[in-house]
């Protein structure tokens, strides 16, 4: 018995399978409340890539969302490394907090790198860095200054792990999500160049 993605949640068939999840699921633990609100996202989520799929869109939508989780993960590593920085004041902390923020984060774009992986035999995969046009350089600075912090702290399995970076153009050709021409209209004086 599954889901019918093409009706509601709150269709007849669809509530016989969530009634069954929720019974099957429910303990001390996890109350009916709680597992009825997972069961709907759940659906909810089905139901959007059932949809993306029909229309064809499902690779462009995962390769968007990609690029918003690495933003996250980059404002989360940023965070924390000011948070434990020793070099700034509390005032400059504080100031640049402030921007922390998902809107002033750059963009990640996969690219494929000319040379190939010895012991894969395949195209060494690298990450393409979008600077902001509008964010004034003292900001990238400390962008890149907290992003030095953040990966001297990574293990060695960690550092591994992570993907190569290259420094891309300012304008990106395939204008990706969350890339903004323009900076938010909280932006500070200070955080952006200029002429914008």
Same mark, same amino acid.
């Given at each position: 018995?599954?889901?019918?993605? $093409?009706?509601?949640?709150?269709?007849?068939?669809?509530?016989?399978?969530?009634?069954? *999840?929720?019974?099957?699921?429910?303990?001390? +633990?996890?109350?009916? =409340?709680?597992?009825?609100?997972?069961?709907?996202?759940?659906?909810? !989520?089905?139901?959007?890539?059932?949809?993306?799929?029909?229309?064809?869109?499902?690779? &462009?939508?995962?390769?968007?969302?990609?690029?918003?989780?690495?933003?996250?993960?980059?404002?989360?590593?940023? +965070?924390?490394?000011?948070?434990?920085?020793?070099?700034?004041?509390?005032?400059?902390?504080?100031?640049?907090?402030? *921007?922390?923020?998902?809107?002033?984060? =750059?963009?990640?774009?996969?690219?494929?790198?000319?040379?190939? &992986?010895?012991?894969?035999?395949?195209?060494?995969?690298?990450?393409?860095?979008? !600077?902001?046009?509008?964010?004034?350089?003292?900001?990238?600075?400390?962008?890149?200054?907290?992003?030095?912090? =953040?990966?001297?702290?990574?293990? $060695?399995?960690?550092?591994?792990?992570?993907? +190569?970076?290259?420094?891309?153009?300012? !304008?990106?050709?395939?204008?990706?999500?969350?890339?903004?021409?323009?900076?938010?209209? $909280?932006?500070?004086?200070?955080? +952006?160049?200029?002429?914008?």
């Amino acid at each position: 018995m599954q889901w019918d993605t $093409s009706s509601g949640f709150s269709s007849p068939e669809n509530m016989r399978v969530t009634s069954e *999840i929720v019974t099957a699921c429910v303990n001390e +633990k996890y109350p009916a =409340s709680v597992v009825q609100k997972a069961t709907k996202k759940y659906f909810t !989520t089905l139901k959007r890539r059932s949809r993306l799929q029909t229309n064809n869109k499902l690779p &462009d939508a995962r390769k968007k969302q990609r690029r918003l989780q690495r933003k996250h993960h980059k404002l989360q590593n940023r +965070k924390v490394a000011l948070s434990g920085s020793t070099t700034l004041t509390q005032e400059q902390k504080e100031k640049f907090s402030s *921007i922390l923020r998902i809107e002033y984060m =750059s963009s990640e774009e996969s690219a494929e790198e000319s040379g190939e &992986d010895e012991h894969m035999g395949e195209r060494l995969k690298v990450l393409l860095i979008h !600077t902001l046009p509008w964010r004034n350089p003292s900001v990238n600075e400390m962008f890149q200054s907290l992003d030095r912090k =953040s990966a001297r702290k990574r293990t $060695s399995r960690a550092a591994e792990m992570c993907r +190569k970076r290259c420094r891309g153009s300012a !304008t990106e050709p395939s204008s990706p999500s969350g890339f903004t021409a323009k900076p938010p209209p $909280s932006c500070p004086a200070w955080a +952006k160049v200029s002429d914008c």
